[in-house]
């Protein structure tokens, strides 16, 4: 009698690699995760309008980066957690922002987004600040949840005049 432990464990390996081959793997519905993404985005927009700061920052991945105007970059979710933490204590402070465009990868587990934002706050001399731009924002899918991985904010207004 033959031995067939070398041919079965021949064709054990070549279905296993068939079955892990990126030509087989199992299909990502982007058009899913991008709804899924929009959806995080609106709750997000809206706990950030309500100044809810734990519920902002559950969006956020532990090792986040946040690019914002004028300063260096912040890295982590404490210390981004300090930045939105000053700015809705802002007398006044109110902010908005939505997506235009999201693309997710056809692996499903990286996207960005491009989107617009409107913030207001109080000045110093009492009068209403007002600031638009738009926003980057690089989405990693980590255990099942969409979370930031990375951020970029820029205004659209002029720079400052030189002096």
């Known amino acids: 009698m033959r031995n067939h432990r070398p041919y079965f464990?021949?064709?054990?390996?070549?279905?296993?690699?068939?079955a892990t081959s990126p030509s087989i793997a199992k299909e990502v519905d982007t058009a899913a995760e991008e709804q899924a993404i929009r959806h995080v985005d609106a709750a997000w927009s809206k706990n950030l309008q309500s100044k809810n700061l734990d519920a902002v920052m559950e969006n956020y991945a532990e090792d986040a980066a946040f690019l914002v105007p004028n300063q260096p970059i912040i890295v982590g979710k404490e210390k981004i957690r300090d930045w939105f933490k000053a700015r809705i204590a802002t007398p006044g402070y109110t902010a908005t922002f939505a997506p235009t465009k999201i693309v997710v990868s056809s692996a499903g587990d990286m996207a960005y987004e491009l989107g617009t934002f409107a913030a207001s706050a109080q000045a110093a001399d009492g009068s209403t600040a007002r600031s638009v731009g738009k926003h980057l924002v690089t989405w990693e899918k980590r255990n099942g949840r969409w979370l930031v991985a990375a951020e970029a904010i820029s205004t659209d207004s002029p720079p400052p005049p030189r002096k």
Request: overall charge neutral; glycine content about 0%.
């Open 9 to 18: 464990a021949f064709a054990l390996a070549c279905l296993t690699a068939l």
